[in-house]
């Protein structure tokens, strides 16, 4: 069973940037491929990017394509997202997540999820 815990968020005046990490314990992530989801208030948690196992392939939502970048560190056991041009539409609570069955989109094959970290982007 592995837990997570994402941090790094906080509040970033629009076109800035912003790292958040996400760092694994109680089992070795590199099993696992990695996800970033995020969650506005009142609307459904949707996808942001997802990286392989081995860090070798990514996928990201086409709202974030070319401004965010995830990437990993396994020997550290920690997934990261580089979020830079920041907009007030990226305002949300961040959630890193773990799937055994590669790069899939959808939270429902996600089977362990953090606590999430909110990210403000003001105008």
């Known amino acids: 069973q592995v837990q997570l815990v994402e941090s790094g968020g906080g509040l970033v005046q629009a076109g800035g940037s912003l790292k958040l990490s996400c760092a694994g314990s109680?089992?070795?992530?590199?099993?696992?491929?990695m996800g970033w989801f995020r969650q506005a208030p009142g609307q459904e948690r949707e996808f942001v990017a997802v990286i392989s196992s081995s860090g070798g392939s990514t996928t990201y939502a086409d709202s974030v394509k070319g401004r965010f970048t995830i990437s990993r560190d396994n020997a550290k056991n920690t997934v990261y997202l580089q979020m830079n041009s920041l907009k007030p539409e990226d305002t949300a609570v961040y959630y890193c997540?773990?799937?055994?069955?590669?790069?899939?989109?959808?939270?429902?094959?996600?089977?362990?999820w953090g606590q999430g970290t909110q990210v403000t982007v003001s105008s």
């Open positions: 997540a773990a799937t055994s069955f590669g790069k899939v989109t959808s939270p429902r094959f996600y089977h362990a």
């Open positions: 109680g089992r070795t992530l590199n099993t696992y491929a």
